[in-house]
């Protein structure tokens, strides 16, 4: 018997030392895997890689996220009027979570469905700002729309009003340091997330992005959403190919879990935040006559909580009427998967809205590989083909949640995210009648037309499936 050749010792021994590395990281297991097969087979692509979006990579970080959390939270104690018992036991557990930001408070809620209402919103409620404007987004493109909204924040800094903007530096990469020198030389501070002096970005943090879209004018009006600042979301630029997205306006004591969000990202991203009780106490909040309660869910992969994760198993697994998911990225674990089966084998009513193609096709390939068990379940799924899907939003029986995160492991566990959960009937029934009306130009997917897929089409869609951790 020949004796094997040092290649395939070295082999060997490479395959070895990469799956005990990763075992030893303790991540889920398809995660796990996924990253064992990419550095054991491809292993000049699979280093290059890791060293920029690697699970270990943010590990050092979490002390300086622990630091500015600790800060914000000691330096905004302020009384609050509110005095709300939590709805459910799902609320309690993810105020006890999330801390501060996901205490359950009384606001108003207007849901947007289309960017150029919302910005029309958004743009009011700069120009009446008297004390401070927050900005936090992960997209904010130099083009008309981005640059009139800094147009109009650079009106409001000359005013005297005090302006933040919070950009991520990877999904904002195009907005470069000449496009806010106006707003810098106004007065007004902007900072980006996870920023590298030299390269403008760290290389080796291209994953745990600012994914959030927060707006707070005066502590008093917020907004949260899908949208980013860009002319695709708005059909006053892109007209009919505007992409289809869902947005909230909140009023009133709610207001104050966003800011803490935004602060706590604020210092993170600059190392030093003002002393936050002005931005709490002393403003007069909004009542309106029949406030909802509501409750602002961050997550990010500094906790190790995974607070949006668990807010979508728990309310999937306690419906009993309707789930209605609208997402464009739908690449579920097993636990989601099992949530929204179980559901619908339960006789509860689940129905899914997906991108067909969307802006990435490899994502819905993944997501294809999903629907045959929950088809199977009895779960109903649609496809919407144009235009491009963006919208992030849950309905649980008469539960909203409405906010930034997809249902993929990168918003999860990868990505700060937040979103905001309405106990409130009255938005949980105005974001059913959307879905209805976005079902008009969807179509249904059936088994049958899964199981007539092409070779080449499945046989992407399942290694897209096998990497689905990493997209």
């Given at each position: ?91 309690r ?36 700002a ?36 919070l ?36 290389t ?10 927060i ?102 697994t ?22 929204l ?8 009513d ?20 999903y ?38 492991n ?62």
């Amino acid at each position: 018997m020949p004796e094997p050749s040092w290649m395939v010792i070295v082999e060997v021994a490479w395959v070895l030392l990469v799956a005990g590395f990763m075992v030893l990281q303790r991540r889920s297991a398809p995660a796990t895997l996924a990253w064992i097969l990419t550095l054991a087979f491809l292993p000049l692509v699979g280093i290059a890689v890791y060293s920029l979006i690697g699970p270990r990579r943010f590990d050092h970080e979490k002390k300086h996220r622990i630091a500015a959390i600790a800060k914000v939270r000691r330096s905004s104690a302020v009384t609050e009027t509110d005095e709300l018992v939590a709805p459910s036991q799902l609320a309690r557990m993810l105020a006890r979570a999330v801390g501060r930001a996901g205490r359950i408070r009384s606001g108003q809620v207007r849901a947007f469905f289309d960017g150029r209402a919302l910005f029309d919103a958004l743009e009011e409620a700069i120009a009446g700002a008297q004390h401070h404007i927050h900005l936090e987004y992960y997209i904010w493109e130099p083009d008309r729309l981005g640059t009139r909204l800094r147009d109009r924040l650079v009106e409001r800094a000359r005013a005297g009003v005090e302006v933040r903007v919070l950009v991520d530096a990877v999904g904002s990469w195009n907005a470069r340091r000449s496009f806010w020198r106006p707003l810098r030389e106004a007065g007004a501070e902007v900072r980006c997330f996870n920023e590298n002096t030299l390269f403008r970005i760290r290389t080796h943090m291209l994953n745990f992005r600012s994914h959030r879209k927060i707006a707070v004018i005066d502590g008093e009006i917020g907004f949260t959403g899908g949208m980013n600042v860009s002319e695709v979301h708005t059909s006053e630029f892109s007209g009919e190919r505007a992409w289809r997205d869902t947005h909230a306006e909140l009023r009133g004591e709610v207001v104050r879990g966003l800011s803490f969000v935004f602060f706590e990202d604020w210092h993170y991203a600059g190392g030093d935040a003002p002393e936050l009780a002005a931005y709490f106490s002393d403003r007069s909040p909004v009542h309106a006559e029949k406030p909802s309660a509501i409750q602002i869910v961050s997550s990010g992969p500094d906790e190790g909580v995974d607070a949006i994760h668990k807010l979508f198993i728990s309310s999937i697994t306690g419906a009993t009427s309707r789930v209605q998911l609208t997402t464009p990225y739908f690449v579920p674990d097993e636990p989601i998967l099992t949530a929204l089966t179980i559901a619908s084998l339960g006789g509860v009513d689940v129905s899914l809205l997906v991108p067909r193609a969307g802006d990435q096709p490899l994502v819905a390939a993944a997501a294809r590989t999903y629907y045959p068990d929950l088809l199977k379940a009895g779960a109903k799924i649609y496809e919407l083909d144009h235009p491009v899907l963006h919208a992030k939003t849950l309905v649980v029986d008469d539960v909203a949640v409405v906010g930034t995160a997809n249902t993929d492991n990168r918003s999860f566990r990868l990505n700060f995210e937040v979103v905001a959960v309405v106990y409130d009937h009255r938005l949980a029934d105005t974001l059913a009648k959307q879905f209805e009306a976005d079902l008009a130009t969807a179509e249904p997917v059936a088994l049958e037309s899964l199981r007539r897929l092409g070779l080449l089409e499945r046989l992407i869609g399942s290694v897209a499936r096998l990497f689905s951790p990493l997209l």
